[in-house]
């Protein structure tokens, strides 16, 4: 609103125009404090953990149907992880 429009503007008018900026003012106060509240977040993180804990989950599901399957590259990628899981046991006995 321009200098001229307010100043042709009637005492009504001013009232209302500031009622419509303390409206608007009040409800960017309540997002931003919705925004940096603590218990927000939280759920939100905790939302998030829980989406990726199910995405791993049916990954991991996928995975062991397709090793039902004998999915070469599943049999594979097991057999790599089997191995490096050894390989770390044997250096960590050695190191004792």
Same mark, same amino acid.
Not at 19 to 34: G, H, Q, V, W, Y
Not at 54 to 68: H, I, S, Y
Not at 80 to 85: C, F, H, N, R
């Given at each position: 609103?321009s #200098?001229?429009?307010?100043?042709?503007? &009637?005492?009504?008018?001013?009232?209302?125009? /500031? #009622?419509? =900026?303390?409206?608007e003012?009040?409800?960017?106060?309540?997002?931003? +404090?919705?925004?940096?509240?603590?218990? =927000?977040?939280?759920?939100?993180v =905790?939302?998030?953990?829980? #989406?990726?804990?199910?995405? +791993?989950?049916?990954?991991?599901?996928?995975?062991? #149907?397709? /090793?039902?399957?004998?999915?070469?590259? +599943?049999? +594979?990628i097991? &057999?790599?992880?089997? /191995?490096?899981?050894?390989? /770390?046991?044997?250096?960590?006995?050695?190191?004792?």
């Amino acid at each position: 609103m321009s #200098e001229n429009d307010r100043a042709n503007m &009637s005492a009504d008018e001013i009232a209302a125009d /500031l #009622e419509r =900026t303390r409206e608007e003012m009040a409800r960017t106060i309540d997002e931003l +404090a919705a925004r940096v509240d603590p218990r =927000t977040k939280v759920k939100e993180v =905790t939302a998030q953990a829980k #989406e990726g804990a199910q995405r +791993a989950q049916q990954a991991g599901l996928g995975f062991v #149907e397709d /090793l039902k399957a004998k999915d070469t590259r +599943a049999i +594979a990628i097991a &057999s790599g992880a089997v /191995l490096a899981i050894g390989l /770390l046991i044997t250096l960590a006995i050695r190191r004792r």
